[in-house]
Nanobody, 115 residues
Framework: QVQVVESGGGLVQAGGSLRLSCVASRSIFSLSTVGWYRQAPGKQRELVATISRGGSTNYADSVKGRFTISRDNAKNTAYLEMNSLKPEDTAVYSC?????????WGQGTQVTVSS
């Protein structure tokens, strides 16, 4: 089994920034597409951003221009830089790795944005 561990969540005021990190097993990280998802209480999980192993990125319309997904294969780590945070960004953020038939998830990290 592959370990996926997120960190960097916390409490921040509206307009502030946070940087989430996702560390995964070396054996598959560089081969995987990485996705950040989020789920707020009472709402469905939604895809926030993805980055392919070649570096191509995609973003949800709600975060485009504010969030940036990136990866550092040497560190087996993906990042989600979140700027201009809004209260509606409050959610549990989870990291997902996809490679071939593998589909691995972290436990999630809480992001809370206050007004």
């Amino acid at each position: 089994q592959v370990q996926v561990v997120e960190s960097g969540g916390g409490l921040v005021q509206a307009g502030g920034s946070l940087r989430l990190s996702c560390v995964a097993s070396r054996s598959i990280f560089s081969l995987s597409t990485v996705g950040w998802y989020r789920q707020a209480p009472g709402k469905q999980r939604e895809l926030v951003a993805t980055i392919s192993r070649g570096g191509s990125t995609n973003y949800a319309d709600s975060v485009k221009g504010r969030f940036t997904i990136s990866r550092d294969n040497a560190k087996n780590t993906a990042y989600l830089e979140m700027n201009s945070l809004k209260p509606e960004d409050t959610a549990v953020y989870s990291c997902n790795l996809k490679f071939a038939r593998r589909d691995d998830w972290g436990q999630g990290t809480q992001v809370t944005v206050s007004s």
